[in-house]
Structures are given as C-alpha cells and as structure tokens.
C-alpha cells in the first residue's frame, strides 16, 4: 500500500525500490497505489484519473485507484488529497486484491494505512508498516494546520497512529531514532526492526555525465554546489540562498538548484531580491539522468529545518547522494549527521546556519579534486555495506513472511 509509485519522482520513488526488490526475492507482489501525479499535482502523461486501472509494470502488478490530486500549502486540500486515495484505496484492496497473505504499508501519509486496517478487518490480513515519516509530527512541523486546529487535529492522529502501531504485526523504521520515538508512545521495541530506505541502484551509481546531460543543466561553475530534489519548505533551501550572499566575494563559486516544488517561486524571489548571480534553478531532470546529474556537482547539499522531529529522520537524498559516490554536506542533525560522519562521506553542519554552510562550502572547495573523489568513494563503500537494497529487502521480506505464517498459524 503505498499513495505513490512509479513513474512519480523523487521520493516516490522509494516505493517502487521495494515492491522490485521483494519480488526479486521471489515473493508474487501486488501494489495498490494512486494516479501518478507527484510533485506537480497534475496527472503524468498517458494516464487519466479514472475508478480504477490495473497495469503491470516489471512484474508487479499496479492497482490505482483515484484521488484529488493537491502538493500545495492549503490544509483542506491535502488533506482531501490523503483522505481520498484512503477511502478509494480501501475499496480497491478489498474487491481487486483477491488472496493476498500480508500487506507491507508505505507509511507517509499515515493515511496509507487505512486500506490496510481495511484488509485486516474484512479479510484478516496481516500489515507491517514501513515508517517514512512520523506522524503526527510531520504535519504539525509542516506549518500547514492554523494555531487553532493544531491540537485538535494532533489528539485525532495520536489516536489513529496508535491504533495502526497496536494492530501492526511488526513496524520497520527508516532510523534508530524513529525507534525511540515509537517505543516513546509506549510500542514494545520487539515489534519495531530499523530498515533504512536504499537508493534505486540502477539510476545511483558512480558515472561521468553524458553530453546529453550536460547539454540539459546548462552552464555551470568552476566550483559548483547542487541541490537535486524537492523544493519544499521543509527543506529549508533558503539557508543556502543566505550562503550564496555570503559566498559572493568568491566568484569561483556558484549554486544550482535542480528540481521543483511549492517553495520554488519563493526561493527564486529571494534570489532575484539579493540580486545574486552565483545561482541558477534548473528544472527538474529525468531519473534516469540522475546519476549523470549528480556527477555535475563538486559537492551535493542535503538540508532539513531545524526540528526536533528530523534528527529521527534520514532523507532518502542521504542513501542516493552515497550510492552515487558524491561529496556531501548535511545540514541535519540527528541520524542523518550520524549516517555522514560514520561514513566520511562528506561534512555535517548545523541546520539552518548560511554561516556554517558557506564555510563548509569553502572547505570542500579548497580540497584538491582527488580528495573530494575520496570522500565520495569512502561515502560510497559505506552505502553498499550498511545501507543498500540487498540488507534492506532480506529484512522486510523476513517480516512479511513471519507475519503470514502467523496467519497461517492463526487459520
């Protein structure tokens, strides 16, 4: 169960790396997903939103079902949006599934469990949940709920949350420190296993860009610094524009920020106010480009705001970044700090801090190039030891499969 899958971008993607991953395991694996539409909010080509429509897709047989497609900042709207694909996703795993011996739920939203407690209680199938992000912490740090509705509107999702953590068979974390905050709500550390997410192997992976590549991200600079990926606000991107005003007396170095999202029209004003030209937007590149993309920059930044509620966070661009062999800057605290001082794959600062992101700027751009190669190969040793999508599929295959057998026993 998951409200995104192939061919969506981004961190969409990560769905797909698991239902590939298990069925290459030899597991028969069904997925109950939505029309594809993030992150525009608008249909991806050669699809319409219709009742229902089953594809198959490398072996995995797809099952969408509709909802009202919103990415933006208005509560009401993306609540509609979680909230229709739950109940239209409920009536497709019930009629369409047919016999299914365990349902593996890709947990953000957490609305994406509905159709799962719906199986569970109308056909006795059992769930483990695979948690992307918590809840309701996410959508309070969002900033999208009014000071009003905040705390009526967290007491209805604590509740709801631990009921589908009470009636999981197991529940794998992305990080140890979502581990702590789920045994925090009083959840038995024996159900609970840390599964990190892996990058899609065949897009990240160490290259050299091809022309076309090349061609499609346009100029860059003598030291360029990258961002690829969403531009949300929780990203806090705006704590690398602040560093590009205090980087201008370098004029060696330059930012591209490659992607879109609902900050990008503030970002580009911001940019546009400061009057910078060290840095450029390009717009979002194909996945399958992603590895020659990356390889564009002499180091990738990876930032979240400066909320408790993401030092238990490791953001998929961490494993992708890694697996594909480039420097990294990291402006998390918390687990994903830990994952990049572990690894040596690049240099962590504080979230948040334009002071701290340009001198570590400047430090990896006064290394000479075969030391930035070596961090990015360091980095990309620890990914195939600790973190790629051999480790992680054993793992969840191994949950799926013990709560089968724990229906079997049951039956």
């Not at 170095?253 to 029209?265: F, N, Q, S």
């Not at 340009?358 to 360091?378: F, T």
């Amino acid at each position: 169960m998951s409200q995104w899958y192939d061919p969506e971008r981004g961190s969409a993607m990560t769905s797909g790396n698991i239902a590939r991953a298990l069925r290459a395991r030899g597991n028969d694996v069904q997925v109950v997903t939505g029309f594809p539409n993030y992150p525009d909010g608008v249909v991806y080509p050669g699809y319409k939103m219709r009742p229902y429509q089953r594809e198959v897709m490398e072996g995995v047989t797809v099952h969408r079902a509709p909802l009202y497609m919103s990415h933006d900042d208005l509560p009401r709207r993306r609540a509609t949006n979680y909230l229709t694909f739950a109940a239209s996703a409920s009536a497709v795993a019930t009629t369409k599934l047919g016999s299914v011996d365990a349902t593996l739920v890709h947990w953000s939203p957490a609305t994406v469990a509905i159709p799962a407690m719906t199986r569970r209680l109308l056909r006795r199938t059992p769930y483990v949940i695979h948690v992307q992000d918590l809840w309701p912490e996410t959508v309070t740090a969002s900033g999208f709920l009014a000071e009003g509705a905040h705390n009526r509107v967290e007491t209805m999702l604590h509740r709801f949350c631990d009921s589908v953590y009470r009636h999981a068979t197991s529940i794998a974390v992305t990080s140890p420190g979502m581990a702590g905050r789920i045994m925090a709500r009083g959840v038995s550390s024996q159900k609970i296993t840390v599964v990190p997410n892996w990058a899609d192997e065949r897009y990240f992976h160490p290259t050299t860009p091809s022309k076309a590549t090349i061609d499609a991200v346009g100029p860059r600079f003598p030291f360029t610094v990258m961002y690829a990926g969403a531009m949300g606000h929780v990203q806090a991107l705006e704590t690398l524009i602040d560093a590009a005003i205090i980087l201008r007396e370098h004029p060696e170095i330059g930012i591209l920020l490659v992607g879109g999202g609902v900050a990008e029209g503030f970002l580009k004003d911001r940019a546009q106010r400061a009057g910078l030209t060290n840095i450029r937007f390009v717009a979002p590149q194909p996945v399958e480009s992603m590895a020659d993309v990356l390889a564009l920059g002499d180091v990738q930044i990876i930032g979240l705001r400066d909320l408790p509620l993401f030092q238990a966070t490791l953001p998929s661009k961490v494993q992708a970044t890694l697996a594909a062999g480039r420097p990294i800057i990291c402006a998390v605290d918390g687990d994903a700090a830990r994952v990049i001082r572990e690894s040596g794959g690049g240099i962590v600062t504080a979230p948040e801090s334009p002071a701290e992101m340009a001198k570590a700027i400047l430090a990896i751009a006064g290394m000479s190039p075969d030391e930035r190669v070596a961090i990015g190969e360091r980095g990309r040793l620890y990914y195939q030891n600790e973190l790629s999508e051999d480790h992680g599929s054993q793992v969840l295959d191994e949950l799926l499969h013990d709560a089968a057998e724990g229906r079997r026993s049951r039956i």
